[in-house]
Nanobody, 124 residues
Framework: QVQLVESGGGLVQAGDSLSLSCAAS????????MGWFRQAPGKEREFVAA????????YYADSVKGRFTISRDNAKNTVYLQMNSLKPEDTAVYYC?????????????????WGQGTQVTVSS
């Protein structure tokens, strides 16, 4: 079991950058793939990015590719999401999640542990 706590959200202007962190507790963190999802008001939760257990393999939604970077530090039990060139449509609650599967990481059903989320608001 992995417990996840996100931090780093806030209010920024379009074009700004923001970095999210997700601190994990539990001895299985290093064997989990990790993902970031987001949910805007009135919309379904959507995949943003994922990283494999070693940090080598990364995956991105088309909407964030080239602007967001996911990474992890297994020594610190932390996964990060660096968000650059933010747009108003990036406004959402961002969730960190852990998966014991190394595949289908774009699918929220692949994840068995979720954080409580952190709000990101991008003003125009």
């Amino acid at each position: 079991q992995v417990q996840l706590v996100e931090s780093g959200g806030g209010l920024v202007q379009a074009g700004d950058s923001l970095s999210l962190s997700c601190a994990a507790s539990g001895r299985t963190f290093r064997s989990n793939a990790m993902g970031w999802f987001r949910q805007a008001p009135g919309k379904e939760r959507e995949f943003v990015a994922a990283v494999g257990w070693s940090g080598v393999s990364t995956y991105y939604a088309d909407s964030v590719k080239g602007r967001f970077t996911i990474s992890r530090d297994n020594a610190k039990n932390t996964v990060y999401l660096q968000m650059n060139s933010l747009k108003p449509e990036d406004t959402a609650v961002y969730y960190c999640a852990a998966s014991q599967r190394p595949y289908a990481l774009y699918d929220s059903s692949s994840y068995n542990n979720w954080g409580q989320g952190t709000q990101v608001t991008v003003s125009s």
